[in-house]
């Protein structure tokens, strides 16, 4: 293969999708409303996980400070959910992240972020299915897990102890119910909500009227008095220091990177573009909206429970029937596993109603195979739902999901972070409806990068996606930096603070020289305030948190995404939709300049069959 071809074909893989691509019509059903919106990104983010992350995280690395926690985690979610949500409100199409990259980036990146999106909700269906049937098994005695575990054991590596069958037939039925239509899901969807709502109320309630504002300023005197086998306490004790901050303020950083993965969910809002009625004012508001419920519910639950007993006491596997029991409100513990339940079923909703969407664009844009973009007559996308809750059913009956988990986090935020990347080159790229290689590129000069023009050009718009390029690369090496040398830095070792020092102070000047450059004039119903800076900023929480994750799951993600790229050169890259767009806009305007060249060399009084 020459050079001139193989240039050509990585050109090929950044072509980009316009905002209103010819022949493409959504046969989608415009039924959504914003409560809907705001019920599904509530009942997706605020899962089971308020049951017993709050006690988890207050109990081991943030004590009563986990509210502090909670709101640092918040903060830097609302910067990802802005993010989303001007995209909603420019691009109101179904695909969420895969759709945004498509217009804004390319073809490759596009398909790497769709097949990330489903990565993630596949795992989390699956995950959120096996812990729906954990905890009802729980509630009558554990009859499923003693039963299959003897009748059906599995004793390989990487399966489950026994087939959940449970949990399968529960994720075909639900898929069953978003197969019928999405209107019908609503409606369950925003009943489930409203009872998880109430019973976080109850608890919040609770806290309010029994607890004792002393549990937010315990002496190391009560660790002596509670636990008689304590020979010294001190900062290094398993139960911290005592006071609002026990294990001191890093402890609620800690707690605050964990605490963020809480708030991951409010994203599947952004795949029903094709189906709110009015989804350029609703999207951005059920995002927005959506993440300060969550706070708010998770804010006043850990702030009840840290209440209602001393955090050093508090159970790590269910710490709010544990706290009623503490107080001498022991039956209040069934109105918890109640709330509890209906948390995971909408969780298992909300992982479930984004998955067949993606999938369904992607194959509508010729990336994946083309039979999951088929609708039923009630405008739902069917088969893409069926197939999708199919493979769910299958991983949560036969795999071990602890160990896939993480797997689910780096899906979620690299998709995070491309979205993020896609708001800054979106603000500052010349025009969006057209290719910018139509128009002359200016030569690059560091001049016209440190003293730009006031108006956006081709040469500004490519300034400012190599900036976005370097910021993320800039965001990774400081985050492998500050993993890699935290003992150092936390003893103040120079080579430690200069390190961190050289690559934070590049990426400020990379996010100033950003600034500087002029924005497109073009306006939406929402627009994402502070640019570049927050979603700079994004991006290096999101890349930070990747980093923390293990090699393992690297390695599991390295497969995952082996596997993606070879159904996309072996099949996206021939069938792509956008590619044959672009074969058939240039074939046209190929043989309009060969007529127009014909005419004119025909003279005047003569036709063109002589």
């Known amino acids: 293969m020459s050079g001139a071809k193989i240039l050509l074909f990585l050109q090929s893989?950044?072509?980009?999708?316009?905002?209103?691509?010819?022949?493409?019509?959504?046969?989608?059903?415009?039924?959504?409303?914003?409560?809907?919106?705001?019920?599904l990104g509530v009942g997706s983010t605020l899962g089971a996980g308020v049951y017993v992350l709050s006690g988890e995280v207050a109990r081991t690395v943030a004590g009563p400070s986990i509210i502090i926690a909670f709101l640092i985690a918040a903060v830097a979610s609302v910067f990802a959910g802005l993010c989303y949500a001007e995209f909603g409100a420019r691009v109101p199409k179904t695909g969420s992240a895969y759709l945004y990259s498509y217009v804004t980036v390319g073809e490759i990146w596009a398909f790497i972020t769709g097949w990330n999106l489903l990565l993630s909700y596949v795992i989390g269906t699956s995950s959120v299915a096996r812990a729906w049937s954990g905890t009802f098994d729980d509630l009558i005695g554990n009859v499923i897990a003693n039963s299959l575990g003897k009748q059906a054991a599995m004793n390989l590596p990487g399966l489950a102890p026994y087939p959940d069958f449970f949990a399968a037939g529960l994720i075909i039925?639900?898929?069953?119910?978003?197969?019928?239509?999405?209107?019908?899901?609503?409606?369950?969807?925003?009943?489930?909500?409203?009872?998880?709502?109430?019973?976080?109320?109850?608890?919040?309630?609770?806290?309010?009227?029994?607890?004792?504002?002393?549990?937010?300023?315990?002496?190391?005197?009560?660790?002596?008095?509670?636990?008689?086998?304590?020979?010294?306490?001190?900062?290094?004790?398993?139960?911290?220091?005592?006071?609002f901050f026990p294990f001191g303020f890093e402890g609620t950083l800690a707690g605050a990177a964990t605490c963020f993965y809480a708030f991951v969910g409010f994203d599947c809002i952004a795949t029903t573009g094709e189906e709110v009625q009015n989804p350029q004012k609703s999207i951005p508001l059920g995002i927005v909206s959506s993440l300060l419920i969550c706070f708010l519910a998770y804010f006043g639950v850990s702030a009840a429970l840290t209440l209602l007993m001393p955090y050093y006491l508090l159970s790590v596997h269910s710490p709010l029937p544990v706290a009623f029991t503490y107080i001498g409100w022991e039956p209040a513990k069934y109105v918890v596993a109640v709330g509890s339940l209906c948390a995971l079923s909408t969780s298992l909703l909300g992982s479930m109603f984004p998955m067949p969407r993606?999938?369904?664009?992607m194959a509508r844009d010729g990336l994946l195979f083309r039979p999951l973009s088929k609708m039923s007559d009630r405008q739902s996308p069917v088969v893409a739902t069926m197939a999708s809750g199919v493979v769910a059913a299958i991983m949560a009956l036969l795999f071990d999901l602890k160990a896939?988990?993480?797997?689910?986090?780096?899906?979620?935020?690299f998709a995070y972070t491309l979205v993020a990347i896609c708001i800054l080159i979106l603000r500052y790229q010349a025009d969006l409806g057209e290719e910018s290689s139509s128009s002359k590129l200016e030569p690059f000069s560091i001049t016209?990068?440190?003293?730009?023009?006031?108006?956006?050009t081709p040469r500004t718009s490519k300034?400012?996606?190599?900036?976005?390029i370097s910021t993320m690369f800039l965001a990774v090496v400081g985050s492998l930096v500050i993993s890699q040398s935290a003992d150092s830095l936390q003893a103040c070792e120079w080579w430690s603070l200069l390190c961190v020092s050289i690559v934070i102070l590049t990426l400020v000047f990379s996010t100033l020289i950003i600034w500087r450059q002029p924005q497109n004039t073009t306006k939406a119903a929402f627009m994402v305030p502070f640019v570049p800076l927050l979603p700079v900023f994004s991006t290096f929480v999101n890349v930070y948190l990747m980093v923390q994750l293990g090699s393992d799951t690297w390695i599991r993600y390295a497969v995952w995404m082996a596997v993606g790229l070879i159904i996309y050169f072996c099949y996206g890259v021939q069938h792509s939709v956008q590619k044959q767009r672009l074969h058939k806009s240039q074939k046209h305007v190929s043989i309009h300049s060969i007529t127009t060249t014909v005419e004119q060399n025909v003279e005047p009084g003569e036709s063109l069959n002589g």
């Open 448 to 456: 016209g990068v440190l003293f730009p023009t006031s108006k956006v």
């Open 173 to 243: 039925l639900l898929a069953g119910i978003l197969a019928f239509g999405v209107k019908e899901s609503a409606i369950v969807n925003k009943v489930f909500t409203a009872v998880n709502i109430l019973v976080l109320l109850f608890v919040i309630l609770s806290g309010a009227i029994k607890g004792d504002i002393n549990n937010w300023s315990i002496g190391e005197d009560s660790f002596l008095n509670g636990y008689e086998n304590c020979t010294s306490l001190n900062a290094t004790s398993p139960y911290g220091g005592g006071g």
């Open 13 to 39: 893989l950044s072509r980009r999708k316009p905002l209103e691509p010819e022949g493409e019509v959504s046969n989608f059903r415009r039924c959504l409303t914003t409560l809907d919106l705001v019920a």
């Open 404 to 413: 896939l988990v993480d797997m689910m986090s780096i899906g979620t935020l």
């Open 463 to 468: 300034n400012v996606s190599l900036l976005s």
């Open 358 to 361: 993606v999938l369904f664009a």
